[in-house]
């Protein structure tokens, strides 16, 4: 009899977890190298819309919003720098004479990447300015950092527990016995 109860057992827990947990997605074949699987993240590149002359401007700004003055910045087509320049008091920077094509914005240790448009063939989305959070992809290991992937598999073990513990429980209510035994005469 306690087997079948570990067995039981066993299946509400492995249930649960599978309730719980999230669940992994199917990944094409040609999606495996080896052992791993590699999820790729669609290229979401922000676009942006240069004005007349080819000029593309921007701004940077600290995490609070701040405009940043006197910063370097930094204009690169793939891994080759194509100018620098200097923000202004209000932390304006701007680069003349662009064609379209990807480029490459980088300041201090705060890089980004934008798909640039000429003003006739830029789509209705594109905005004409080009936005840099200093520390914005600089902040990376930071003491505190979590996981959110950890942290929803720490949530999603929690709930199997307390789910498996309540199942578990109305399962050994459900199987008791009462045995009736006559009193001695």
Not at 7 to 31: E, F, H
Not at 122 to 150: C, F, I, Y
Request: with cysteine.
């Amino acid at each position: 009899m306690t087997g079948i109860r570990f067995l039981k057992a066993a299946a509400v827990c492995l249930a649960t977890l599978g309730v719980a947990m999230p669940q992994v997605p199917a990944m094409a074949d040609g999606a495996r190298t080896g052992s791993t699987v590699k999820a790729q993240k669609a290229a979401t590149l922000p676009d942006i819309a240069l004005t007349t002359g080819g000029v593309l401007s921007g701004r940077i700004v600290d995490h609070t919003g701040k405009a940043l003055e006197g910063a370097e910045v930094t204009l690169l087509q793939g891994k080759k720098p194509l100018s620098a320049t200097m923000t202004n008091k209000d932390g304006v920077y701007s680069f003349n004479n662009l064609k379209g094509g990807v480029y490459g914005v980088s300041s201090g240790n705060t890089d980004a990447t934008f798909r640039v448009w000429t003003e006739r063939t830029a789509p209705p989305s594109a905005k004409e300015h080009a936005l840099l959070v200093m520390g914005e992809n600089g902040a990376r290991g930071q003491w505190g950092a979590v996981d959110p992937t950890l942290v929803l598999l720490t949530a999603g073990v929690i709930t199997a527990v307390v789910l498996s513990a309540i199942t578990l429980s109305r399962i050994d209510d459900s199987t008791k016995t009462i045995v009736y035994v006559p009193a001695s005469p």
